[in-house]
């Protein structure tokens, strides 16, 4: 260990004197290593379990001279500093009025695009219940024809019935296709309103009264209170006598009137015929249903409706899910059962006397 340092001397006072080595950069290399064998091999050796007993030893001191800290302590500081954050942090206050602003813009547009779609679905559906309407008229005239056989003369009592039969059924059916188009037409008209009032309050006020000037927020109030009728208490925007003027105009007149004529007429013709007779008091009834459901109700009722039914204390809640009651139900099949007594009757009628005398002579 001597031997190294006076080495290490030697070179340090050649450095400091400005001696230079004629030695060459492989014996300075040599020297150096023969130094640091003889450094090691001095030093002293220190096995594993020696390091592990001293750190010991130093972790145990360490634990010794650090304080002892309780749980109430930690709690304190805790609360303290949970105390000065909270003073620190900023308050937050509640949304502007702007963002309730935004919020309500964007429902908007997104109402109207669903408008526009509920439009579509409208007048579409409102065909389909046309043309389902047109072609039961078709098959009827095809059913007529085919029975009737114009070429072969006078037409046979029996193919008079089948005809008869024919056009009853077509009627109903077409009276049925009648009142669902009135409720299709109440959709595409309640989404046009609807959209309409959005344009309105949006860009083209209209004022409320002629002759007065169109004001924004007159017109934003009545969106809303379209809404509210509209949608949300789901009143029709027109009444019940232009809900049945305009369905009638859009090609039902036709379509109901001609299925009419032949049930009218043969009815009158072969009453004498039970089966004619129960056919045409089923239509009648049939007739009497529908208008019975029509004009009672409430998705067909208007704001002004709606107001004089809730006057009378009745309540028919719509939005968000119908309330639908029995009655319809019921008075089909009161029709049914009176039609079907009155074409049996002729048959049945024999076989009641028979069984009272049976019961009367017990």
């Known amino acids: 260990m001597s031997e190294g340092k006076k080495t290490t001397d030697l070179v340090t006072q050649q450095k400091q004197t400005g001696q230079s080595s004629e030695e060459s950069p492989a014996d300075v290399r040599e020297e150096a290593s023969a130094v640091t064998t003889e450094v090691r091999e001095d030093a002293p050796a220190v096995t594993g379990a020696e390091v592990r007993e001293e750190a010991s030893a130093v972790t145990t001191e360490v634990r010794e001279d650090a304080p002892a800290v309780t749980g109430a302590e930690v709690r304190e500081e805790a609360s303290a500093v949970t105390t000065e954050v909270r003073e620190d942090a900023p308050a937050v206050t509640g949304a502007k009025p702007g963002a309730e602003v935004n919020d309500f813009n964007k429902w908007l547009e997104a109402f109207y695009k669903e408008c526009g779609r509920e439009v579509t679905l409208a007048y579409t559906t409102l065909n389909q219940m046309k043309n389902w309407a047109m072609v039961i008229v078709a098959a009827l005239i095809s ?21 008869h039969a024919a056009a009853v059924v077509a009627y109903v059916f077409n009276l049925r296709f009648f009142v669902r188009a009135i409720l299709c037409y109440i959709n595409l008209s309640r989404w046009n309103r609807l959209q309409a009032s959005i344009v309105e309050a949006r860009l083209i006020p209209k004022p409320v009264k002629v002759g007065e ?79 019975t459901d029509f004009f009672r109700s409430s998705f067909f009722d208007d704001p002004e409706r709606d107001k004089r039914r809730r006057k009378s204390g009745k309540k028919a809640p719509i939005f968000p899910v119908p309330v639908s009651q029995g009655g319809y139900l019921v008075t089909w099949c009161l029709n049914l059962a009176i039609s079907t007594g009155v074409a049996v009757w002729p048959n049945l009628k024999p076989r009641l006397q028979s069984l009272i005398e049976w019961f009367g002579c017990r």
């Open 143 to 163: 059913a007529m024809v085919t029975l009737g056989r114009p070429g072969e003369g006078e037409i046979k009592p029996a193919a008079l019935v089948g005809m």
């Open 213 to 291: 000037t169109p004001a924004t927020q007159d017109s934003q109030t009545k969106l809303k209170e379209d809404i509210e009728l509209y949608y949300h208490s789901w009143r029709s925007p027109i009444n019940r006598k232009s809900q049945l003027i305009q369905n009638l105009k859009l090609g039902f007149a036709l379509v109901l009137g001609l299925p009419l004529f032949f049930v009218i007429v043969w009815s009158v013709e072969l009453w004498d015929n039970w089966l004619v007779r129960g056919l045409a008091v089923f239509a009648v009834g049939s007739t009497l249903v529908e208008g």
